[in-house]
């Protein structure tokens, strides 16, 4: 069947940069299989579908496949999608209530033609382990001795685990270099049922944070921009520094500048501008 498929450049303050996500919307008469057939061409960190609500009271169902399979909920996918059903009603400011696996998340999006901001409110934040980060260090070649003395590693979810991994210093954060086979089995040895994001992350100044995020299960094993794991390591910036409002800058080391704007005073609301680059037809079997 023939599909409506758009490409944006999520949490890019600059073309060409952000997190790059083809959204794929009247996908109501796709099959799960071909979806996840579709994610898997893309090679992209995400592809969104979009749906029918199902649940009644949301304006839209929202799908995401990774390319090793559907995932409850993503961030920058969330900010994407929201800004394409905008722009597809021709609205230049609208609110949206979408439902994913991971149940159902607010978005306002205001648009300047291909050009806006997006903000998503996450489901509240649950705090859970603290594990031994020695072999997720190895894995991505930093040494134990470079973590945050006053700050405790901790995994923290919003709808997707994330490793909150505080670093000393921005030289150790950039020198990161990942291992795909070893980051994956170190994340299989913490016994979650899918991989947690490894957010490694280092204050620059106050409230502002550079982050990378390794992931074993994207292509490259870093994201350039991840709104899944940000609201998270906001909730924990919250709860360990006293602190409700931080920037991050990610994708520097991937050539792919992005910009997150964490906001934890009422809920936890992740903004980030938003550039439609692209749109067209696709013949999906």
Known sequence: ??????????????????????????????????????????????????????????????????????????????????????????????????????????????????????????????????????????????ATDRQRSDLVPQIVSTGLATLVLPLDDLDTLTTASVDRGRLAAALDDLGYDRRPTVYAVAETEPDRWRARAFVADVPGAEDAATGSAAGPFGAYVGRYLGRSSIVIEQGIEMGSPSTLVVDTADGIRVSGSVRIVGSGRHDIP
């Open 1 to 142: 069947m023939e599909c409506d498929i758009h490409w944006v450049e999520v949490f890019a303050e600059q073309p060409l940069g952000g997190n790059l996500l083809p959204v794929i919307t009247g996908a109501d008469g796709l099959a799960t299989e071909s979806m996840a057939a579709v994610a898997r061409r893309f090679q992209q960190a995400e592809t969104s579908f979009v749906q029918r609500a199902t649940d009644g009271v949301s304006d839209y169902r929202h799908r995401i496949f990774m390319v090793s399979g559907e995932i409850p909920f993503a961030g920058h996918p969330s900010l994407g999608t929201a800004a394409i059903v905008a722009h597809a009603e021709g609205r230049a400011a609208a609110s949206f209530v979408q439902q994913t696996g991971a149940g159902r998340q607010a978005l306002e999006v205001t648009l300047d033609g291909s050009v806006g901001r997006v903000t998503l409110t996450q489901n509240p934040a649950t705090f859970s382990a603290t594990p031994d980060p020695t072999s997720v260090l190895a894995a991505i070649g930093i």
